[in-house]
């Protein structure tokens, strides 16, 4: 009779987990000895199957799957999509229907159940760790001679680096991610144009130019904070004016913000430091602390909702804040549209010390499958599937925008792709009659994600698409080595990690508001340690040798 | 307010000249009692107005925080719009069937073990009823109860929100004080008159309890109108959801909106007057049902709080 709260529910799942520790001894033997044989498993797989073949079932299957039901457009059984699916695969989904909200949740009581799906979509790492050790999910990295659109894109687009961040410390990973051809920029500042123009101030390139664009526009406006951010709410992660740091973090080369994580690589020394105790942060600190002190940036961007920081930029409070490219179409503009006169871009991310490069994983949510699935008489045809629908060229593009003469027109390729315009997605035929999710099932994020710069380049507007011209001209650099933790070592980091992760935040936040000086910089430092920054850094940089030694 | 009731005594002992005069120290115990009563409804209503106000604005006054307790830009768009979705009435008439047929084994199964445990001649009796305590301190844990129910092959159906719920140890235990209160003498006089056990329940006890069996049925209704957990959790079709998990799913929408990772699935932001219709249409009918049980409701739980 009682509901379940959101504590019992972790708590039985830890339960769970520690459950499905004893039967995981048995479970990995028994497949260990299968090995790699898989002569029992080929009923309806394609003999020859490779990069550029459409991929066809030789007799009907179906296959189970965990469907997200996102509430923008839910889950149906008719969409054309899956029609279409069938017709061009032979294949047919038997679906577990979950809605968005509580999908984390049903995935895994439904995996320690040991009732989970052969497919099971949309799991963003590290999520999957934690279902590792009961043995319920596939090492995919076993199979991948099953996916050579898998292997050929990995290859081809060099990402073996991004590959290595996913990897368990066997070495193996359990994980199929989707694959991002380049990193993908999105988020930026918003700069009213307008203020601009009336101020003759060219848009700023670095942050340098950001801080003399905020000087001349509280020149011109004493009275106002001519920053004022969001997206400092919900807390974590990071402390507050999440997205400003994050971008700050990137132009420094240390995480702050929403990416805020405590191992940094510092290639000059060859080993992890600390993060939140380098060098580089107290830079940034120092930054955004001269932006408050000078009145620049609104103190209260670090602690007020969206809709506030949203309410003052709309109002003319304020003329610069963070955005998308979907917040500058579908908020700052629509509020702005009674001002008269009002102009807002999204500028180039400013640089900073690091220069004109970007840093970010080509790699995100992806697809879990079941052990189960592997004693299937399909398996071998269920992982040719995936390989068509979720990494070949055009099983995605098939995903994404549907099919050629009905939802879209033209050709990735040489640029001549267009929607059809009875379609409408997001920004793109906003007045069409039918939506490319709701009615048709297509750019459904359970299928559709990753792909090729030019696939990535269709589903922007032309000033979008300039936005991100400029930043692929800037230099990708190279991620941090793999440090893959063993369960009990995450566990440890884990106690530490809280600890250490919140103290950040709260003295990030108080460098930052001037609230501390930065003459105690090194007492701060020394109260890291005093909460084992040593010991995790120390741990961090022994997985990092092991794995080096293991499988580097 | 305190003036006010200073500047009114007179008026006041008129009309009641009979009642002794209440004391100053009670004036005033009344005086702050209205006050935070009138606090305290106002911070309860407030909510519902806010959102019934906002089903029928205008989605750019809700996103700039205009709409407090009136409409703005008054339109009925939305609910069309809602009504129109033939997924959400599906869902809907889930919940209906759910919680009727729920309610009905509910009140049932309670009704019986309630009036069995009432009997204190009933050997056994400890036992049984610490059968049903135990369940109210301990249970199973989400997994194994979802284990249990897969094996019974209940999901899918009905019957995996009906039955792991049908039996609310509280409720029970309300209703067992209510029965054990009743004069015995009543029973005792039927018994000689010829009526079997089933006949004292049926046509003796049972018309006796209107207060406790109405308020009984409001608690399981309103329960299982709202819950969503087995709904969610058993059901693997959306055709089978109850309304409280779509308008869930509805809510977390929005509030995922800016999540920075969701560069694919390009999160999409649910309208806040969408989510206030459907809050709307979704709250009304149990609200309803409210005013037509309020007056076995007050007798039925003083009866089970004050001789219980």
Redesign the interface.
Known sequence: ?T??SRR??L???A??GA?MLGLSACDGGGSDKKGLDLSKNKVGAMDKYGVGDQFKATEPVKFSIMML???????KANWPFFNELTKRTNVSFD????????YNQ?RS??I????APMIIP?T?DPDEDQYIAGGAILAVSDYLDLMPNFKDKIAKWKMEGDLDQIRQADGKFYLLP?LHQDV?K??SLAVRTDILQKLNIPVPQTWDDVHTMLRAMKAAYPANYPFSDR?SIPAAPGGGA??LL?LLGEAYGVWAG?GYQNAQWDASAGKFAFNGAMDQYKQLLQFVNTLVSEKLLDPESFTQT??IA??KF?NGQSFVICTNA??LV?TYR??LAKVPGATVVKIPVPMGPVGAAKIGLRI??GVMISSKARDSKNFVAMMQLVDWLWYSDAGQLFARWGIEGQTYTGNVDDSTFKLSPDVKW?GINPNAPKSL?VDYGF?N?VF???GSTKLLDTQFNAEELEFQKVMDGRKTLPLAPPKPLTADEREQAALWETGLTDYVDQQTLKFALGQRPFSQWDAYVNELKGKSSQQYIDLINSAYERFKKDHG | MVTVDVREPPARTQQRSRGPRPSRGYRVFQGVNAVILTVVVAVTLYPFINILARSFSNE?YI???QVNLLPRGFNLTTYRHVMSDS?FWTNYRNTLVYTVVATIISMVLTTCYAYVLSKRHLKGRGFLVGVALFTMFFNG???PN??LV?HLNLRNTLWAVVLP?A????NLLVMKSFFENQPVELEEAAAVDGLGTYGILLRIVLPLSKAVIATMILFYAV?FWN?W?SG??YM???DL?PVT??L??????AT?G?D??A????A???AGNIQAVTVVLTVAPIMLVYPFIQRYFVSGVMLGAVKG
Do not use: H
């Open positions: 009779m509901e379940v019992q529910l708590a039985a799942g339960a769970a459950a039901s996102n509430p923008g457009y839910p889950y679906p577990t229907v979950i809605p968005l909200s509580d049903k009581v439904m320690s159940a040991g009732n949309k963003y989707g993908w999105d988020y997206w999440n997205c994050q929403w969206d809709d949203r309410q709309a979907q917040e579908n629509k509020d995100e949510n997001a999710q750019y994020g559709a994600y990753g | 750019r996103r700039t925080g997924a844990g989400l997994i979802y284990v897969s719920n039996i609310s140890v509280f329960f819950s957990f969610f959790l693997d079709r959306s959801f998990v779509y869930r799913n509805l809510i977390a929408g995922t800016s920075q990772t560069s694919s699935d390009s999409i932001q649910i």
